[in-house]
């Protein structure tokens, strides 16, 4: 219904409209944990900088950055890997809803991937939440700082292993997952949003 009283690229225009697709208690979390609209667009032109390229976003939540990237990348394709199933399954519906052949939602822990299956990668720092102290997207999962620190580790050593010219776009991040082998070519959003590239 909303996006037939909105039309497609008005849903994409404004945070507010877009998160109104999904139930109340999960559009209040929007905010904190998924990325506005316009954080979406530019990674995406980033990481979909040439057509055909497979896009991974790992801790996708309710999809935002994915859908967001597939509308406005249209010859590239998103993933998310999200290990809370209720939000993958909110995502998958949304993306149906909005008429997204290019996206695609994995119910899972990102460790359990294959990385070497991705061209690029979108973080937008997903380990946090196993701080202590920090706001939690829900109680459905471990979180504890030994977790933090073995993703981190995990990503770090995947990371290492991907192709020279792999490209990441980070939010938000701590950087601790992130290679001596990668370099920053740009930074938006007062550096909190920053574009990698391996050499």
């Known amino acids: 219904m909303l996006v037939q009283e909105h039309g497609w690229n008005k849903i994409f225009k404004s945070d507010d409209t877009f998160n109104k697709l999904f139930p109340t208690g999960i559009e209040r979390k929007a905010i904190k944990h998924w990325s506005r609209l316009e954080i979406a667009k530019s990674a995406a032109e980033f990481l979909a900088a040439q057509n055909n390229v497979h896009v991974l976003d790992i801790g996708s939540?309710?999809?935002?950055?994915?859908?967001?990237?597939?509308?406005?990348?249209?010859?590239?394709?998103?993933?998310?890997?999200?290990?809370?199933?209720?939000?993958?399954?909110?995502?998958?519906?949304?993306?149906?809803?909005?008429?997204?052949?290019?996206?695609?939602?994995?119910?899972?822990?990102?460790?359990?991937?294959?990385?070497?299956?991705?061209?690029?990668?979108?973080?937008?720092?997903?380990?946090?939440?196993?701080?202590?102290?920090?706001?939690?997207?829900?109680?459905?999962?471990?979180?504890?700082?030994?977790?933090?620190?073995y993703y981190n580790r995990y990503l770090y050593k995947q990371l290492e292993q991907r192709r020279t010219g792999t490209r990441i776009a980070t939010f938000h991040s701590l950087e601790e997952e992130i290679p001596p082998c990668y370099y920053v070519v740009k930074t938006e959003f007062d550096g909190l949003l920053k574009f990698w590239v391996k050499a």
């Open 61 to 149: 939540g309710v999809g935002k950055f994915c859908l967001a990237a597939a509308h406005h990348k249209p010859n590239a394709v998103f993933y998310g890997v999200e290990q809370r199933k209720y939000l993958v399954d909110y995502a998958i519906d949304c993306g149906n809803k909005l008429e997204l052949y290019n996206v695609s939602f994995i119910h899972g822990n990102f460790t359990q991937l294959d990385l070497g299956q991705f061209d690029h990668f979108y973080f937008f720092n997903s380990f946090y939440e196993n701080l202590d102290g920090t706001d939690k997207i829900d109680n459905t999962i471990e979180h504890s700082v030994s977790l933090y620190n």
